[in-house]
């Protein structure tokens, strides 16, 4: 399997390099660890250690593992299929569509969905044969997420979440006013110390970067577009409740009471843009928003 190749920029000097390497792709601390426990990550030809600190400017190698077969079993799931050539498929996911089997939700998850439609075409750049998610959406998010057909692609579009040449846009409602009509939150996320389902922004989590805009304004919400600099769980959600706007709908991070109409959060991934991993040319994807979202903004737009 083809190594993934990562450079560290001198504003990462200091930080240790299984942190560093667990906020860049989608691998999780405990896996960056072991794989540097086998002596699969290396720079300048020598293997490093998970408590190496880095200097900034280095070019760090992973040597991922043979991916190994997992029980899944493929579904007949419907796929909203937005793009999809030999390397890569786009998805508009639908809200309520969990992304990865886990406890509580063993199947009839996007994974099944793509093992049924992809065939062998898998990428197992995780470790697993499965199709490869690049990044990962909410359960009650919808909108366009990407997967790796292949290892190749895998490799190259992991490398463009890391440089940021992989943009995605969602757009939400959020409560109250924003008084700005752009900004940027800049604030590192993590788990929540009062309650380990939950993340929030504290002090030494995994740097995280929202842009934003308002789109529209109504009485009590806004209408904005946010753009993605980092991925980090629940980003979007827990930026928009930390400045005081949490999203309409959210019952995690805002009001507990559902809205009535909207299941779960109003808030959907309207774009998409990355480099081809294989012909190297510019794609940018979009979709429209979902019905209950629409119908929402149309409340508002009714009342103004």
Same mark, same amino acid.
């Given at each position: 399997?083809?190594?993934?190749?990562?450079?560290?920029?001198?504003?990462?000097?200091?930080?240790?390099?299984?942190a560093?390497?667990?906020?860049?792709?989608?691998?999780?601390?405990?896996?960056?660890?072991?794989?540097?426990?086998?002596?699969?990550?290396? =720079?300048?030809?020598?293997?490093?250690?998970?408590?190496?600190?880095?200097?900034?400017?280095e070019?760090?190698?992973?040597?991922?593992?043979?991916?190994?077969?997992?029980?899944?079993?493929?579904?007949?799931?419907?796929?909203?299929?937005?793009?999809?050539?030999?390397?890569?498929?786009?998805?508009?996911?639908p809200?309520?569509?969990?992304?990865?089997? =886990?406890?509580?939700?063993?199947?009839?998850t996007?994974?099944?969905?793509?093992?049924?439609?992809?065939?062998?075409?898998l990428?197992?750049?995780?470790g697993?044969?499965?199709?490869?998610?690049?990044?990962?959406?909410?359960?009650?998010?919808?909108?366009?997420?990407?997967?790796?057909?292949?290892?190749? =692609?895998?490799v190259?579009?992991?490398?463009?979440?890391?440089?940021?040449?992989?943009?995605r846009?969602?757009?939400?409602?959020?409560?109250g006013?924003?008084?700005?009509?752009?900004?940027?939150?800049?604030?590192?996320?993590?788990?929540c110390?009062?309650?380990r389902?939950?993340?929030?922004?504290?002090?030494?989590?995994?740097?995280?970067?929202?842009?934003?805009?308002?789109?529209?304004?109504?009485?009590?919400?806004?209408?904005?577009?946010?753009?993605?600099?980092?991925?980090?769980?629940h980003?979007?959600?827990?930026?928009?409740?930390?400045?005081?706007?949490?999203?309409?709908?959210?019952?995690?991070y805002?009001?507990?009471?559902?809205?009535p109409?909207?299941?779960?959060?109003?808030?959907?991934?309207?774009?998409?843009?990355?480099?081809h991993?294989?012909?190297?040319?510019?794609?940018?994807?979009?979709?429209?928003?979902?019905e209950?979202?629409?119908?929402?903004?149309?409340?508002y737009?009714?009342?103004?």
């Amino acid at each position: 399997m083809e190594p993934l190749i990562l450079q560290t920029a001198s504003e990462d000097a200091g930080k240790r390099l299984d942190a560093w390497l667990a906020e860049q792709t989608e691998l999780t601390r405990s896996a960056v660890q072991k794989l540097m426990e086998e002596g699969r990550v290396t =720079a300048a030809g020598k293997t490093l250690a998970k408590n190496t600190r880095l200097t900034g400017g280095e070019t760090v190698s992973v040597a991922l593992p043979e991916p190994e077969a997992v029980d899944i079993v493929p579904q007949n799931i419907p796929l909203d299929v937005v793009y999809e050539d030999e390397d890569v498929i786009v998805v508009n996911k639908p809200k309520g569509l969990v992304v990865h089997p =886990a406890p509580g939700h063993p199947d009839g998850t996007l994974v099944n969905a793509l093992l049924y439609h992809c065939g062998d075409s898998l990428s197992g750049i995780n470790g697993e044969l499965r199709p490869g998610i690049v990044h990962r959406i909410d359960r009650d998010t919808s909108g366009l997420i990407i997967a790796a057909k292949n290892d190749f =692609a895998h490799v190259k579009l992991a490398e463009q979440l890391q440089d940021h040449t992989l943009a995605r846009t969602y757009r939400c409602i959020v409560t109250g006013n924003l008084r700005e009509d752009t900004g940027t939150v800049n604030a590192p996320i993590g788990r929540c110390p009062a309650d380990r389902k939950k993340m929030a922004v504290v002090a030494g989590g995994r740097n995280a970067v929202t842009h934003w805009t308002v789109l529209e304004r109504y009485p009590g919400v806004n209408y904005v577009e946010c753009r993605l600099e980092t991925g980090r769980t629940h980003q979007i959600r827990v930026h928009m409740a930390y400045i005081g706007h949490p999203i309409l709908g959210d019952t995690v991070y805002g009001n507990k009471k559902p809205v009535p109409g909207l299941q779960g959060q109003c808030l959907h991934a309207v774009g998409l843009k990355f480099i081809h991993p294989r012909t190297g040319e510019l794609v940018e994807l979009a979709c429209g928003l979902p019905e209950e979202f629409e119908k929402q903004l149309k409340k508002y737009r009714n009342m103004a």
